[in-house]
C-alpha cells in the first residue's frame, strides 16, 4: 500500500535534529548521535544503518516499517486527514515542522489515530480485492492476539513458498462495518544505486515490504483479500491462512458477482437523489476454450447512452451467440452529484473480486450492487 517513493537518505535529512526524531530513537532504543548536525548525509545515513544493525532483528525490522509509514504519512493530504480528525488536545506544538516530522509526532503521540488513518489511505489505494465469504457475525476478541496468530501464519508462508517474511509485522483495526488486518512482509534483501550529494554513485540495501490486507465484513461473511501474489492458488493459500488463524472459520471462494446479469438490459435504479446516472460503460466477455478463448471486448464513451452496451450486443452478437460467451469483466459508471456538480465514478467488477474500497463511498456502491441482483446469495 506503499504509493510514495522512500529514500532513507533523503528521509533521514526531512527529520534529522528535529524533536519527535529525538524522542522517537530514545523510545526505540535506537543509538543514533548526530555528532555534528551539519554532517554530509551520506554520513548519517551510515551512523543510521551502524544504528540500525545494532538492534534485534524484529526491533530492526518495526523501525523501518513504522519510518515507511511516516514516509507514506508525509503527504499535504495525509496531514490534512491527520489533523481534521485530531481533537484540540491532539494537535501537535507550533515548533513541529511539517512532512516525516509531523506525521512521526502523531505515531509517537498518538499511534492509535496515526494507524487508523494510515490504513484509510492504505485501502484507499487498493485497486481490486479478491473476494469471498465465511460466516457472518465472528467476534475476534482480542485483536492484538488475532494479528499475533496471523504474523505467526503469514511468516510461515511466505518462508516456505515464497522464500521471504523472515519478518511480519500485523495490525488490526475495527472500522465502522469492517475488521481489517493489515500485514507487511519482508522482502528480499535488494540493492539500488543512488547519488549522493557529491554526485558519486553508491550502493544502498533495501529491503521492501510487502502489504498484504485482510478485511472481513461481520454483517453479511465477506472476506476480501488485496495481495502482490497472482495465482488463484496461492491468493487461496493466503485465505486459508487467515480462516484458521483468525476467523476460525473455513473461507468459500465462489464467484462473489453475478456478472451473467449484464448480458440482458440493464436498468438499475438510483438509490438516492444526488445519482444522477448509472449505466453499464463497458463489458468483457471470453469465449469458451472449444473456441480459443478469445476475449471480445465492448466498451462506450462516458457520453454515451444508457443502452450502448447493449446496442453493441446486438449488432456484434446477434441471435443465441451470446449464449456461449462468459462475462469476466465489466464496469459500471455511475454520475453523482457532489457540491453541486456532477462526477462519474467507475465500478470494476470481475466474478472474484472488485475495485471498491473501504470508504463510506465504496459501502454504499457495495449496497448498490445488492440492491441491482450483481451479488451471489450468502449462504447462511
Not at 171 to 176: D, F, S, T, W
Not at 334 to 339: H, N, P, S
Amino acid at each position: 500500500m506503499f504509493t510514495r517513493p522512500f529514500h532513507p537518505e533523503r528521509f533521514l535529512q526531512s527529520i534529522r535534529g528535529t524533536r519527535p526524531f529525538v524522542d522517537y530513537c530514545q523510545d526505540r532504543g535506537v543509538r543514533f548521535e548526530e555528532v555534528v548536525a551539519a554532517q554530509r548525509s551520506e554520513e548519517a545515513l551510515r551512523r543510521w544503518t551502524s544504528a540500525l544493525a545494532d538492534l534485534p532483528g524484529d526491533a530492526h525490522a518495526l523501525v523501518e516499517l513504522e519510518l515507511a509509514k511516516v514516509n507514506e504519512m508525509a503527504s499535504p493530504d495525509a496531514h490534512a486527514h491527520l489533523l481534521e480528525v485530531a481533537d484540540a488536545t491532539e494537535v501537535p506544538p507550533v515548533d513541529v515542522p511539517g512532512g516525516a516530522p509531523l506525521a512521526l509526532w502523531f505515531l509517537l503521540r498518538h499511534p492509535a489515530l496515526f494507524h487508523e488513518v494510515f490504513l484509510h489511505h492504505a485501502i484507499e489505494e487498493v485497486e481490486s480485492w479478491r473476494t469471498a465469504s465465511t460466516q457472518p457475525g465472528i467476534d475476534f476478541g482480542d485483536l492484538e492476539a488475532a494479528s499475533d496468530r496471523l504474523s505467526a501464519e503469514l511468516r510461515r508462508f511466505f518462508s516456505l513458498r515464497e522464500g521471504t517474511g523472515s519478518f511480519c509485522t500485523v495490525e488490526g483495526v475495527r472500522l465502522a462495518e469492517a475488521t481489517c488486518f493489515l500485514a507487511q512482509i519482508a522482502d528480499r534483501l535488494q540493492f539500488f544505486d543512488t547519488f549522493g550529494d557529491d554526485g558519486a554513485v553508491t550502493t544502498t540495501p533495501l529491503r521492501p515490504a510487502l502489504p498484504v490486507l485482510f478485511a472481513y465484513y461481520p454483517l453479511d461473511g465477506t472476506v476480501l483479500l488485496k495481495s502482490h501474489l497472482r495465482s488463484r492458488e496461492r491468493t487461496s493459500a493466503l485465505l486459508d491462512c487467515f480462516a484458521r488463524s483468525v476467523l476460525r472459520s473455513p473461507i468459500r471462494e465462489g464467484s462473489a458477482f453475478d456478472l451473467e446479469a449484464l448480458k440482458g438490459s440493464f436498468r438499475p435504479l438510483p438509490d438516492a437523489a444526488d445519482m444522477e446516472l448509472v449505466r453499464l460503460k463497458s463489458l468483457h466477455l471470453r469465449y469458451p476454450q472449444r473456441k480459443g478463448q478469445r476475449l471480445l471486448k465492448l466498451e462506450t464513451l462516458s457520453s454515451d447512452q444508457p443502452d450502448a452496451i447493449e446496442q453493441l450486443l446486438s449488432a456484434h452478437l446477434p441471435g443465441g451467440a451470446l449464449q456461449d460467451l462468459r462475462v469476466c469483466h465489466a464496469e459500471i459508471q455511475v454520475r453523482l452529484r457532489v457540491q453541486g456538480r456532477s462526477k462519474n465514478y467507475l465500478i470494476r467488477l470481475w466474478p472474484h473480486r472488485c475495485n471498491l474500497s473501504q470508504t463510506p463511498l465504496g459501502d454504499r456502491f457495495r449496497s448498490c450492487l445488492r440492491r441491482w441482483g450483481l451479488t451471489h446469495a450468502r449462504k447462511p
